[in-house]
């Protein structure tokens, strides 16, 4: 497994690691960072509703250009990055919606990171399939079954996973992300073996030795255990949904064929009715032919002039030739 599946299957398998700010971290920042009277008046004045599409796009905006800024970037206190992301969002923000203090601009902040990278992970594992013949479109499609069925409900954030998906700030954020996470799965994983400490409580104090051989083992038999069944369920999931979705192709091809099996039908009748139509035409035409070929047999020549009787003539002929 690449480095970008390691990080996308720990996602999905602790789900809540991921985040910037935790819902801890907001209430520290919250208690320990005062915020400005000018906020403090208008989170006592107002009460912010639901965040709308508008204000998402706004507050994402305001997280990429304030990381972005050349002049302050990343490395700046919490307490200081947050009001400048403040600042900006209440000067773009549409002017009917409500208005948000720093805290509430955290915790929405810090619940799209979260949503958007447990997406991530679902996207990485469809893509990672390589089906040929899908679209842009149907891998999405795909990628929100796969997170409506592990996270038992729809993703709400497509819009602000449209906007973060190509941006070099988030992307180099979700490495950084998926580089912490593999370096501290790493000694667990390959020296399972290595000592850790428990501390025995005697006459003398707290002492510390080393677990012994044979629980040292036993616990790094339990985490590969652990780790092998967790890597099992994840490849089973997405062979069923494989499975599933060549099922849906399958009955999608037999539908089209069914299809143009009874367009082939429909187009075979019209050509039937219009062969019909032709036979009848020409029935029409023959019939009008042989009434003007009656005409002239019955015609009399013997009282025409002889220029005139000689055509007629050669036309009765003609006509009795034609019969014989």
Known sequence: MDEHGYYFTNLLNEGTNVGEFNTQSVEQISQSSPISPQIESTTKKFRGGNFSIEEDLVLISGWLNISMDAVHGNEQKSKRYWQRVWEYFNKYKPESDCNRNQVSLMNRWSTIQLATNKFCGCFDQIERLNQSGLTEKD??????????????????????????????????????????????????????????????????????????????????????????????????????????????????????????????????????????????????????????????????????????????????????????
């Open 139 to 324: 891998k999405v499609r795909d990628a929100k079954k796969v997170y409506k069925e592990l996270h038992k409900s729809s993703f709400p954030f497509e819009h602000c996973w449209n906007e973060l998906r190509y941006s070099p700030k988030w992307m180099e954020d979700s490495q950084s992300k998926k580089q912490k996470t593999k370096s501290g799965a790493t000694p667990s994983s390959s020296n399972p073996s290595t000592p850790e400490s428990v501390n025995i409580e005697d006459d003398s104090g707290g002492l510390e030795r080393p677990i012994g051989r044979k629980a040292a083992k036993e616990r790094a038999r339990k985490s590969k255990s652990k780790l092998s069944e967790d890597n099992n369920s994840s490849s089973t999931y997405f062979m069923k949904l494989f499975e599933e979705m060549k099922e849906e192709k399958k009955k999608m091809t037999e539908k089209k064929v069914t299809y143009m099996e009874k367009m082939v039908v429909v187009e075979q009748e019209k050509l039937v009715v219009e062969q019909e139509k032709v036979a009848i035409e020409q029935e029409k035409v023959r019939l009008e032919q042989m009434k003007e070929e009656q005409k002239i047999m019955l015609i009399d020549t013997s009282v025409m002039p002889p220029i005139q009787a000689e055509y007629f003539k050669r036309l009765q002929m003609e006509i009795v030739a034609k019969k014989m």
